[in-house]
């Protein structure tokens, strides 16, 4: 499976590919529940290839480790998730 860090630079600049319509999944810890995103409202800053800024419905912003980035939708179909965590 491609690592999350590449399949996300790819979308960003690939421009063939990234003209497609993404959702990231991650974890909410507060919500504990998977929270999905449009791309749109996902920010990058530069030098910080480990989290990224979701910007909610509501207009709060906050940081999203990658890690808790769970799954990634193009056009509606799943192309990456993580494996569930065991118990």
């Known amino acids: 499976m491609t690592p999350l860090h590449e399949l996300l630079a790819r979308v ?20 504990r529940a998977e929270v999905k995103v449009p791309i749109g409202q996902i920010r990058f800053e530069p030098g910080k290839h480990e989290v990224f800024e979701a910007v909610e ?19 509606g179909e799943l192309i990456w998730h993580r494996p569930e965590p065991r118990d």
Do not use: K
Not at 14 to 27: H, P
Not at 59 to 75: I, K
């Open 12 to 31: 960003r600049w690939d421009s063939e590919f990234g003209a497609a319509q993404f959702v990231i999944g991650y974890w909410d810890r507060v919500r």
């Open 57 to 75: 419905e509501d207009g709060t912003v906050h940081p999203v480790p990658l890690h808790r980035v769970r799954s990634v939708w193009r056009n």
